[in-house]
């Protein structure tokens, strides 16, 4: 049983960080569980990072790259005047 004991702890020393740290608290001393164990926590690591890019990228093209308050809140057709006459007509 000390064999499988180690074989665990060297293949939990292989595993990358993000998986080791997951799987490494459990104290899993069943190699086939181990194995099957990292796995899926690789498997769901993978999909979690495609959501997330997935996501990023959708929002990179719906929304538009500057800042919102960019125009001082006017719409761009306003051009800046509040409505009054340009130049002032004092009459």
Same mark, same amino acid.
């Given at each position: 049983?000390?064999?499988?004991? !180690?074989?665990?702890? #060297? ?6 960080? /993000?998986? %080791?740290?997951?799987?490494? @608290? ?17 498997? !769901?690591?993978?999909? #979690? ?6 996501? /990023?990228? %959708?929002?990179?093209?719906? @929304? ?28």
């Amino acid at each position: 049983m000390e064999a499988e004991e !180690d074989k665990c702890v #060297k293949f939990e020393n292989g595993l990358r960080p /993000n998986i %080791k740290q997951l799987i490494g @608290f459990s104290e899993i001393r069943n190699f086939l569980t181990l194995v099957n164990k990292s796995r899926i926590c690789d498997k !769901d690591s993978k999909a #979690k990072a495609n959501y997330y890019k997935a996501a /990023n990228e %959708k929002r990179g093209r719906d @929304f538009a790259r500057g800042k919102p308050y960019g125009r001082g809140g006017k719409k761009p057709d306003e051009g800046g005047n509040s409505g009054g006459k340009i130049g002032g007509d004092k009459n």
